[in-house]
């Protein structure tokens, strides 16, 4: 693999990939991720790739896809997913549209971990910095661990109440196992009624090359007013500042093309600001409270499909979306 890649191009991702029993097909180092589904349908799909250099982009970028095309119909592919890391330039031959699903992010917050921790936590909005102090005030702990089963059984309940489907253990059992900078920390808090620590937040991250990216997170509702997400964040972020990493991805954020707060409502009714609130994005929660920690906020191209069997594309589209 090109050892300037980023992470969804990399070996490691390859191997982790491998491990959740999905197909790994590479083209002029770009790889290509065989998700299977049912009746032996499956997606294939790139993820911030192509990978190689740039020179006659149109040319290189339609004798890319070409054979990669060929192969996905031969192998029962319903979409090819593209989700580049910049703006590619795609002749007409390709019937390509803009995906609608949220998987792979428009937009992120990255944190510049050169910067003292001083620095870091004065560019924080002061919400940030203050419910920080909130969770140290109340004993919350934050330490590296490898417990999978404890993060799987709080994340049940984050996803019951957020309303989104998580994966099963194994799957972030791997994530940790096959990533080589894959770490999990976990937030502790005094209990009153038994006077031992319990497991109020987690969250599950990886460091490639110079970069602490974060991936899943989990938190308590029970224990929400210990503000626990926002100090497990910020010793997610001086963890990997002590590895050497020179920036922390808080990974996934509402692009701000499409966030409400850019979209005049001053004139509308009271119901139709609520119906607008309604059809927000969904990462729309999730954007705001990664907007306490600052950083810088970067874009990438939406992501798009190439639908090469309609009708499956849209059953299974459906089968997705109702069950």
Known sequence: MDTNTNLW?????????????????????TQVVVDKTVGGYCTWEIIRGPSSPIDN??????????????????????????????????????????????????ATRIIDLTKSEDE???????????????????????KQSDDVDAFYELIKKT???????????????????????????????????NCQLSIVAGLIG?????????????????HRNLMAPYLLQWEAMKFCKAKGCTSYDL????????????????????????????????????SAFKEKFGGEVVTYPEEKVIILKPLIHKLIDMKRKFF
């Open 9 to 29: 191009q990399s070996s490691e991702w390859q191997k982790y990939q491998e491990s959740l029993g999905h197909e790994i097909r590479v083209y002029e180092s």
């Open 57 to 106: 982009e149109e040319l290189r970028i339609d004798n890319l896809l070409k054979p990669i095309i060929e192969d996905a119909k031969r192998n029962k592919c319903f979409a090819l997913y593209i989700s580049p890391s910049q703006e590619l330039i795609l002749n007409s031959q390709f019937s390509i549209l803009n995906s609608s699903r949220h998987i792979v992010p428009e």
């Open 120 to 142: 870091i936590l004065a560019q924080m909005k002061q919400k940030g910095r203050y419910n920080i102090k909130v969770a140290q005030k109340h004993g919350v702990e934050v």
């Open 159 to 193: 996803s019951k109440r957020d309303g989104f489907k998580p994966h099963s253990k194994e799957h972030y059992k791997k994530f940790l196992e096959n990533l080589d900078g894959a770490f999990m920390l976990l937030a502790f808090a005094p209990s009153i009624v």
């Open 206 to 222: 990886v460091i490639f090359k110079d970069q602490g990216i974060y991936y899943y997170g989990a938190s308590s509702h029970e």
């Open 251 to 286: 990974f996934g954020i509402v692009p701000p093309e499409k966030s409400p707060l850019s979209q005049p409502v001053l004139s509308l009714s009271k119901e139709e600001r609520g119906r607008e609130r309604g059809a927000n994005h969904p990462w729309q929660g999730v």
